[in-house]
């Protein structure tokens, strides 16, 4: 007997990470430029870290509080309020979480009973499918296309809404698309989960990273939605702290009990460090995000027009820091393509499989890279498409 | 666009018109003509490498110095301190708040020649009340960037 049937059914059939099976291959070569990094090429701004360490020498080495430390949840409540537009209480509405996956797995494990269904779009970030399995809930995509600049339609949730659904999650700006919801889409989405009673789980972790002078929506800017809303964002990308570990979620306390219950019995509490990490980082965020928006603007508009100039169509990404360029023109599948060209041009980027069957025909390039690198690869990336 | 463009080139001088156009979504053409501009109106003063001069195998001392100098009728510090800055062992001179007035960074082959400098040049000059020299032993960040040399990227090279 296959000793693995002993263990639980729902995450052994889980598949593998389409990311991960990449990570796989490209971690056999040397010297790859890489443009498949999912996090800031920015270390963490010194003022931050120096704020963990002073902690360490102060002796915060014990627990926090289940939901974190009281003084951060109300900065982090002040924050939403001011940038997000949602009103939270920080001593029954905050909670921070060791990244945002973890407060969306606590939120779905206190949401779903065995068989309720929960919509999501692709392509998209690789956990949720199987965090909504983990929580023995089903699965059900939602496809975005690139004809509308991967933006999610109501008609598209309608088709797959049943009287099953519990949840829909929403993730702009997207990863792995870069697209970005303008108001009314924002506010048409809200409708339909009000329509249709679901909660909303919101994944906002590239909130600030909007380009063109576009500004981010918030599903939290919805007072009707408000009851109805799980929202989910953190430090990793914007302030460049994916090694901290550290996000928040933002619900309705009749919620919230119930998520904080599965945070407290699952992880005690968040890094003390980290959390006097993230105090720090709410002193003055717009100074310490503000150079590397910089950065990744003009990073974003070098590779579109790098890509444009190389005859390789793209829908120019409005958010987040990944580009999605549409490589059917070239007649090979994304895997064909991203493997034919790490082994070409030593240039790694992610087909776009892995974020969703939908993404078929794409690939992710992330431009959270220094220019150098950039340069390097959209140059090889044009030569190589030359020789399809 | 002048100061996105001067950003840029804060970072790195070295950056091409075509990549600059490309960051900035504009065409090259123009990066250009900017640059030129700022040139001929002298915002962009030069282009140089900022050096780790402690790796370089060559004998240069660097002092720091505070100098106090009484203000004249009418030109107040200018006169002086543009006659400081116009050695060539000068290589930056600023009016100073606080305790002195110039802060001079000085460069020259040895201990020796920065004394006699000081001793010889600035002290002597009309108006140059007192010196205070500080001698530069390393340096560990200049022009905002660090010294020691960035260590390798260590992130994975793909990730969600």
């Not at chain 1, 600049?149 to 109501?154: C, N, Q, T, Y």
């Not at chain 1, 009287?163 to 997207?174: G, S, Y």
């Amino acid at each position: 007997m296959d000793p693995r049937q002993r263990l639980a059914r729902h995450i052994v059939d889980l598949p593998r990470s389409g990311i991960r099976e990449f990570f796989d291959i490209v971690s056999t070569r040397q010297g790859v430029v890489s443009l498949a990094i999912g996090e800031p090429d920015f270390d963490t701004p010194w003022h931050i870290r120096e704020a963990a360490m002073f902690s360490l020498e102060q002796g915060a080495t014990h627990y926090t509080g289940n939901a974190g430390l009281l003084s951060l949840r109300r900065a982090i409540a002040d924050y939403v309020k001011a940038n997000f537009g949602g009103d939270y209480d920080p001593a029954s509405e905050v909670l921070v979480t060791v990244g945002a996956s973890e407060g969306l797995d606590c939120a779905l494990r206190a949401l779903l009973n065995p068989g309720d269904e929960v919509l999501y779009h692709e392509p998209c970030f690789v956990s949720y499918a199987p965090e909504i399995a983990m929580a023995h809930g089903v699965p059900v995509p939602v496809e975005t296309h690139p004809d509308d600049g991967f933006r999610l339609s109501v008609e598209a949730l309608e088709a797959k809404v049943t009287p099953r659904t519990k949840a829909l999650i929403v993730n702009f700006p997207n990863n792995p698309t870069g697209a970005v919801l303008d108001r009314a889409e924002v506010e048409a989405i809200a409708d339909f989960a009000i329509r249709h009673d679901l909660i909303v789980c919101s994944d906002e972790i590239y909130a600030e990273l909007t380009w063109g002078g576009r500004k981010h929506v918030s599903f939290a800017s919805i007072p009707a939605l408000r009851d109805r809303l799980v929202l989910l964002h953190g430090y990793s990308k914007a302030w460049a702290m994916t090694g901290f570990r550290m996000a928040y979620v933002c619900a309705p306390k009749w919620m919230m009990d119930t998520i904080l219950k599965i945070h407290q019995y699952a992880i005690m509490c968040a890094s003390t460090a980290s959390q006097h990490a993230a105090l720090e980082a709410m002193r003055k965020p717009a100074e310490d995000m503000a150079p590397m928006l910089r950065a990744y603007e003009r990073r974003r508009n070098f590779l579109s027009a790098a890509f444009a100039d190389a005859g390789i169509p793209m829908h120019t990404p409005a958010g987040a820091f990944y580009a999605f360029p549409d490589i059917r023109r070239f007649g090979l599948t994304s895997r064909e393509f991203a493997v034919r060209l790490l082994d070409a041009e030593n240039v790694a980027v992610v087909p776009g499989t892995a974020f969703g069957a939908c993404g078929e025909g794409f690939v992710r390039c992330s431009y959270a890279t220094g220019m150098e690198q950039l340069k390097l690869a959209a140059e090889r990336i044009a030569r190589f498409v030359n020789t399809l | 666009m002048v100061e996105e463009l001067l950003d840029i080139l804060r970072n790195n001088a070295k950056e091409s018109p075509e990549t600059i156009a490309r960051m900035l979504g504009v065409a090259p053409g123009e990066v250009e003509a900017s640059i030129a501009k700022l040139e001929r109106e002298g915002v962009i003063r030069g282009w140089q490498a900022i050096i780790n001069e402690d790796l370089v195998p060559h004998e240069t001392v660097t002092a720091v110095i505070e100098v106090r100098v009484t203000p004249e009728r009418e030109g107040g510090f200018n006169r002086v301190a543009e006659r400081v800055s116009k050695f060539r062992e000068v290589k930056a001179a600023y009016l100073m708040s606080g305790a002195y007035d110039l802060l001079l960074f000085v460069s020259a082959d040895n201990l020796l020649s920065v004394a006699r400098f000081v001793s010889e040049k600035l002290s002597t000059i009309h108006g140059v009340l007192s010196t205070a020299t500080h001698f530069q032993l390393k340096t560990y960040k200049q022009n905002g960037v660090l010294m020691a040399k960035p260590a390798e990227d260590e992130r994975l090279p793909v990730s969600p």
